[in-house]
């Protein structure tokens, strides 16, 4: 990954219209992969305990809405539309409305 990203930065593995997301905060190292209280994905945290990335597993290109859930009221959430990320919250930083093609390879 590019140290010099402006983050979140976005990757997604597109078979068919759909795929797994992941979604970077910051650099790594990224670690052992914590699954989230739902099964729908994986969060990476630091050493300090706060969510640094995440895994969605499934995400339709087309439309999709997804959460993850993890320990201590952390939570990820992203709203897809046309292809594009297009809402991003995140328990740990204030970022809404950030627009990102999750198509984009980094």
Wanted: net charge positive; proline share 4%; hydrophobic share 35%.
């Amino acid at each position: 990954m590019n140290s010099k990203c402006r983050f979140p930065e976005f990757y997604f593995e597109s078979s068919g219209g759909e795929g797994p997301l992941y979604v970077y905060f910051e650099d790594g190292p990224y670690g052992n992969a914590v699954d989230d209280e739902t099964g729908s994905g994986a969060g990476f945290f630091n050493d300090q305990g706060r969510l640094i990335a995440v895994l969605f597993d499934h995400v339709a290109a087309s439309s999709d809405r997804k959460m993850l859930k993890f320990a201590k009221k952390q939570f990820v959430e992203v709203v897809i539309k046309n292809g594009k990320a297009v809402e991003l919250k995140s328990s740990h930083t204030k970022i809404s409305k950030r627009k990102a093609s999750p198509e984009k390879s980094i």
